[in-house]
């Protein structure tokens, strides 16, 4: 399977589907294959091999380590593998055999979320940001406000309805993603679907985290955070200026609320001129877990349960913000955090949309991934671009909008307006510190490297490689997340973008340039795209190292075992210290995408190759400097293109 391709294509799938229009008003489309009917029959997520992982694992350790110190890991990671390390593997396969119904990583990939005890905004939330209406006027804040809250509520009733086309890799569309294929496929039982889904080359994708997309909240707990979710409320959480309003937007029938009362009350939120709080309630979302979980326990036992409940159970948060976009910069601060008032960073999502109509999504991770994410953010722009519900000449309802829409008033007492200060001054802190900068490279993109016969995201990868040698003269720990949807309830995996093909193509450009001729340095860029080729196609086949190794460990702990040495290793440490965090997800509807730095000293990198250019959005807190980092990105880049087409460089 063309591995890279099945994140990519999955994502765009919705913009080549072709879809009945019955029930437009309320549903996206109507399926004529249910929207669950691969669930059942989809493959189990493997578990490796032990002597591949170690292989595996050992491979990604070689350029980061002198021989010394790679001989020693060496021998630990040997001595694991045939000792305790097997013991492990056996129990975990054990395990793994009795839970048919799961994966063997949703368990301690859901601990390893729920657990963490760090804020959520900064370290784990991420923000996709949608690009703009096409239609200048259609971006007016209320009117795209509205537009896309009938969007998500069309895609919320259509996926519970059934309705929602599944999500499906298509290796050979012509023959899979076909109305002739669909009506025979739907009358294959669910038990057996996937493998006639199989036989013409197309894979469907695991959509069991898509249920959380709605009514969904992260509870902070001591210890331990639980998810939430209530799918009999009814009602829309709005927040403008750091005051709360929520207001129905499912009647009792389960029906939608016409398009033209949904933008009565969101007229009815964007005149109140209600002051902000004095002390706004979101940044406590911000906090440290442990510390949130008490301040929530004070708030309960102060008289706020309904209103709290009321947060929690809202179909979705819209935060409305009352500033426009000044640039790319100031567009991800803005998705990434915010001001801190005017979020809840515990939802499901947050829909973002500022005042000049720039919108974007900020998500809660522990519940899923980029692909349910994407999938909801292609439908939305989608269907709020194409068949929006209301016009700029529509106008908003003669209801009383003082009746339907109610303000949240929470009662605090002493402790709890000193946690939102703290909470505050914390937070601010904390953004004061990051600094975010992004580029585009408009020497080339996907269509030539393609061309070339090179993987485009072999080449980004390189690029980033290359970037930080050419930096700090070194080869560092990284991280590219790849979904392994293609399996029931698979998460993600992680490819090792660093290796000793990509260090000494990095060496080749940035050291020694005048020792190499161009065909030279052409057949490294080739060498580190094959490689990478190949590191994408088992980590998207669940047959990565990183997994399996945190499975292990995970279990090693939960039997009270001691931790092995391997795991106590300093090079163990170092290759999970990812200092160059990437992601990438490309669409049609997302203009750009990014995350904080996954530890102190590190990048946080979302990236997007498109067909001509090249879009890098780079996080850093004052240890790194992000804003070098992007130059020597597009240093790197100019470089690996010119020598694609031939030209020669200089240093």
């Known amino acids: 399977m063309a591995a890279r391709q099945l994140l990519r294509r999955a994502a765009a799938a919705p913009w080549r589907r072709g879809y009945s229009s019955a029930g437009a008003a309320e549903y996206l489309h109507r399926s004529i294959v249910p929207t669950m009917h691969y669930q059942k029959s989809l493959p189990r997520l493997p578990i490796p091999k032990l002597e ?117 890799f298509h290796l050979n569309p012509e023959k899979s993603d076909t109305q002739i294929f669909k009506k025979i496929i739907r009358f294959v039982p669910s038990s057996l679907s996937w493998f006639g889904a199989y036989m013409v080359n197309a894979y469907p994708l695991d959509m069991s985290q898509y249920f959380r997309l709605f009514n969904s909240t992260r509870l902070p707990k001591l210890n331990r955070d639980e998810l939430y979710t209530d799918e009999k409320a009814k009602h829309l959480l709005v927040l403008r200026n750091g005051n709360f309003y929520i207001f129905d937007v499912i009647d009792r029938d389960g029906n939608m609320l016409k398009p033209s009362e949904i933008q009565a009350h969101l007229k009815y939120i964007l005149s109140d001129n209600s002051p902000a709080p004095a002390f706004p309630l979101g940044y406590l979302s911000s906090e440290n877990r442990d510390t949130w979980a008490l301040l929530r326990k004070n708030l309960l036992d102060n008289g706020n349960e309904e209103a709290l409940q009321k947060v929690d159970s809202a179909v979705f948060c819209l935060s409305l913000d009352d500033f426009p976009i000044k640039d790319f910069v100031h567009w991800s601060h803005t998705m990434l955090h915010g001001d801190g008032a005017n979020r809840w960073y515990d939802k499901s999502f947050n829909l973002i949309i500022t005042k000049d109509g720039t919108a974007g999504i900020n998500f809660e991770h522990s519940w899923g991934d980029g692909v349910a994410v994407l999938r909801f953010q292609n439908e939305v722009f989608n269907d709020s671009t194409k068949a929006p519900a209301i016009n700029p000449q529509s106008q908003p309802a003669s209801v009383d909008s003082s009746r339907a829409v109610q303000k949240l008033d929470f009662k605090l007492n002493d402790a709890l ?71 029931k309830h698979g998460r993600t995996e992680t490819i090792r973008p660093a290796s000793i093909h990509t260090k000494k193509c990095s060496e080749a450009f940035v050291r020694e340039l005048s020792k190499h001729s161009t065909e030279e340095l052409q057949k490294l860029i080739v060498e580190c795209s094959k490689y990478h080729g190949r590191l994408t196609k088992e980590a998207a086949m669940g047959q990565g190292f990183d997994r399996h ?103």
């Open 417 to 487: 307006k000193a946690g939102i200060t703290k909470a505050k001054q914390k937070f601010d802190a904390n953004v004061e510190a990051l600094s975010l900068n992004v580029i585009q490279f408009h020497g080339g993109g996907k269509d030539l490297l393609k061309q070339k016969k090179v993987s485009p995201d072999a080449v980004a990868q390189l690029a980033f490689q290359m970037a930080f040698f050419r930096q700090y003269n070194q080869t560092v720990a990284t991280y590219e997340s790849c979904s392994t949807a293609a399996f």
């Open 52 to 168: 591949d992982t170690i292989r595996r694992y050992l491979n990604a350790q070689k350029p980061l380590l002198n021989d010394d110190q790679f001989r020693k890991t060496e021998e630990l990671a040997h001595q694991f593998e045939k000792g305790i390390g097997r013991e492990l593997h056996e129990q975990l396969v054990a395990q793994d055999n009795q839970n048919k119904h799961t994966s063997y990583i949703t368990g301690p990939w859901f601990d390893m979320y729920l657990k963490a005890r760090e804020p959520v905004v900064l370290n784990f939330n991420a923000f996709m940001s949608f690009n703009p209406d096409p239609k200048s006027e259609y971006n007016d804040q209320l009117i795209r406000a509205t537009n896309m809250v009938v969007s998500a509520l069309r895609f919320m009733k259509t996926f519970r309805a059934g309705y929602l086309e599944p999500e499906v």
């Open 549 to 651: 190794l945190f499975g292990l460990r995970y279990l090693a702990l939960s039997k009270g075992i001691a931790l092995p040495d391997f795991y106590q290793d300093q090079a163990y440490a170092r290759l999970n210290h990812n200092i160059i965090s990437t992601s990438t997800l490309v669409s049609p509807a997302v203009q750009l995408g990014g995350f904080g730095p996954v530890v102190s000293d590190g990048f946080g990198l979302g990236y997007q190759v498109h067909g001509d250019w090249i879009g890098c959005n780079v996080s850093s807190y004052p240890t790194r400097n992000g804003k070098e980092f992007l130059q020597c990105i597009h240093k790197s880049l100019e470089d690996i293109f010119n020598v694609l087409k031939g030209e020669k460089i200089s240093s």
